[in-house]
């Protein structure tokens, strides 16, 4: 099977005052299409700065990001973004809608910057998404009208706009209650099975252990895997 993620020798470092801070170490990892991966571990030891990698929005320091089939450290900004608009879908812990649009109009925002489908199609698809996450009665209902459980429903809703092979969260529970927190992951659950890959950074231990798979990050290296293949080289 081709993978859909995979990471060579990744290291990722900062400029901090008297030299460098490297965050991530010697980062190996394939990921295939159809894994629910649950990225945990405490905080501050390079997890975000994982996913900001498998999104393009930040480069290796050194190694090599390949994401259904793009070298993304080799593309130009523009190519980057567009190339991010038609495969990653990202769910935000603060779930980013836009304020002053309705829920249908957040969902339309990405489908309009993309322009594959008409002005009718888009709406169409945004409703149905809505329903599909159970906010069909709140389309046209402003992010602030609505609960924060709901808000991260339409937050999902927005990443599958265009309909990405692979969806990424940072913390995408954080903000909510255990239940409503639960029923989140169910849809992520409902997506995975649906052929979605999702790569999700969390501190929910009970989350993570239902995923398909968890990776433990600590140190910027990756402490834990649950693939039976496996082994810690650190030994840490």
Known sequence: MEKIIELKQVYKAYPQAGGLQTVLHDINLDIFPGEFVAIVGPS???????LNLLTGIDHPSQ???????????KLSNEKLT??????????????QLLPALSLLQNIVLPMDFLGKLN????????LQLLERVGLGDEAHRLP??????????????????NDPPLIVADEPTGNLDAATAESVFDLFAHLRDQGKTLVMVTHNEALADAASRKLEIRSGRIHADTSPAFTDPAGI
């Open 63 to 73: 190694g090599e990001v390949v994401v259904n089939g793009a070298a993304l450290q």
């Open 144 to 161: 602030s009208q609505v609960s924060g459980g709901q808000q991260q429903r339409a937050a999902i809703a927005r990443a599958l706009a």
């Open 119 to 126: 002005k009718r199609q888009r709406r169409d698809r945004a």
């Open 44 to 50: 501050g030891n390079g997890k975000s700065t994982l």
């Open 82 to 95: 567009l190339w991010r608009g038609a495969n990653v879908g990202i769910v935000f812990q603060f779930f």
